[in-house]
């Protein structure tokens, strides 16, 4: 074999009002049969209306060893909940 | 990186999978872990892809149409649980070139079921029955396995796999219905297959060195007696119910245990299935080899007209 055909990540969205979620990934050569390949490996039983792919390589995926760095700045930005205003017990719904 | 900063780290990751949280591929992980996963996930990938060669076989004879679309549906299942259970691996830094290059040469094993050959029309209803029905209990263990990618694709495919044994059963009282050779056929297809389903689950827990290890990484949920015991405990009723024998004198209901006791596994037979020396190793190999060769054309061709439009659209994108 000359080359092996790249790889692509396919996203289904299972229906009307809900996002494309990740599915799994698959081998084709360009995008129209990445499409195709994705119809009969992810959607055989109704599982989607909506499908996209992306090759694989086009993903910047963040590097779970900066996850400190990259995620850590929220979890002290307490003020950012609703949990951290005090309010009077008579109030109940806000 | 110094071997204490590895063993803390090891120490950490262990402790990740104890408290349940789930292994994704860029995470650090230990060599072994890696290794492991994909030897177990590409042999199971093998597996599926090489259990449609027995089956494909039947799908010009199928006795009815309807028979053909179930049994047509179900070949393509498998293909696409090869598919998945391939791209999962692929996660941990092999490609799917390698893979097949380990298959081809026989570096790398495939469920030894596969080596025996469906010569009735039974045999397929036995397969779906016996062969599912075991992968069914080895793959639902599996969905809570601790890395990631192999448990969403386990998830996937038991949701798939219960219509594949509803067919397999299906088909089998429907034979039991029928003349008394039709019944003869089913009693048949299942003496042949009981024994090499039960050895599905691998040797006993004596006799199997990795089990601790998998049982710690989740690989594996309960050995692989225990599986095998809830096997023969749901088929044996089943078996019953439509007249049929399970094709073992030993076979006792044990009150104390609340199972089945069973006759001894013949693991000689097991072992020479494994090392090569099946009834269908060869053609099963073969058959594979020449799938793959006689498709090279057509994945050159592919690729080489993928880049050519891709070239094309650049030239053009340029005299713009």
């Not at chain 1, 109704?46 to 090759?55: D, H, M, Q, R, T």
């Not at chain 2, 092999?94 to 040469?105: A, P, Y």
Request: charged residues 30%.
């Amino acid at each position: 074999m000359k080359k092996e055909w790249p790889l692509w990540e396919v996203f289904v969205r299972s229906k009307n009002g809900l996002e494309h979620r990740h599915f799994g990934s698959l081998h084709a050569a360009d995008a129209e049969m990445a499409l195709e390949n994705a119809r009969d490996v992810y959607t055989r039983r109704n599982e989607g209306v909506s499908i996209w792919v992306v090759e694989s390589k086009h993903i910047m995926a963040s590097n779970p060893e900066n996850n400190g760095e990259m995620f850590e700045p929220a979890q002290d930005k307490v003020y950012r909940h609703p949990t951290f205003y005090n309010l009077p017990d008579e109030i109940k719904h806000m | 990186m110094s071997e204490a900063q590895i063993k803390s780290l090891e120490e950490e990751f262990e402790a990740r999978i104890a408290r349940d949280e789930k292994i994704e591929p860029k995470d650090w992980m230990p060599e072994k872990y890696r290794k492991t996963h994909i030897r177990q996930m590409s042999q199971h990938a093998h597996s599926e892809i090489i259990g449609m060669l027995p089956e494909g076989n039947w799908i010009t004879r199928a006795p009815s149409l309807r028979r053909k679309v179930a049994l047509l549906a179900k070949v393509q299942d498998e293909g696409g649980h090869g598919l998945y259970l391939y791209s999962a691996t692929e996660t941990l830094g092999i490609s799917r070139g390698e893979m097949f290059e380990q298959l081809h040469t026989g570096k790398a094993k495939y469920s030894s079921i596969f080596n025996y050959p469906a010569i009735t029309w039974a045999d397929i209803g036995a397969i779906g029955w016996l062969v599912d029905g075991a992968a069914i209990i080895n793959q639902v263990a599996l969905c809570g396995t601790s890395f990631g990618p192999y448990a969403r694709a386990m998830v996937r495919i038991c949701k798939e796999e219960s219509f594949h044994q509803r067919q397999g059963y299906e088909i089998i009282l429907k034979l039991t219905e029928g003349t008394p050779e039709q019944k003869a056929m089913a009693q048949d297809a299942l003496n042949r297959f009981w024994w090499p389903a039960l050895m599905m689950f691998g040797p006993r827990d004596d006799d199997s060195p990795n089990t601790a290890q998998s049982m710690k990484w989740k690989l594996k949920r309960k050995t692989n007696d225990e599986l095998r015991q809830q096997f023969i405990d749901q088929t044996v009723p089943q078996a019953e119910l439509i007249g049929l024998t399970i094709p073992d004198p030993d076979l006792k209901w044990n009150d104390e245990k609340g199972g089945y006791d069973y006759g001894d596994i013949d693991w000689d037979e097991f072992w020479q299935v494994v090392k090569g020396h099946g009834p269908c190793n060869k053609e099963r190999m073969k058959a594979r080899v020449a799938a793959w060769e006689n498709g090279e054309w057509v994945r050159d061709a592919a690729m080489a007209y993928s880049e050519k439009q891709n070239f094309l659209r650049k030239q053009e994108s340029r005299a713009v």
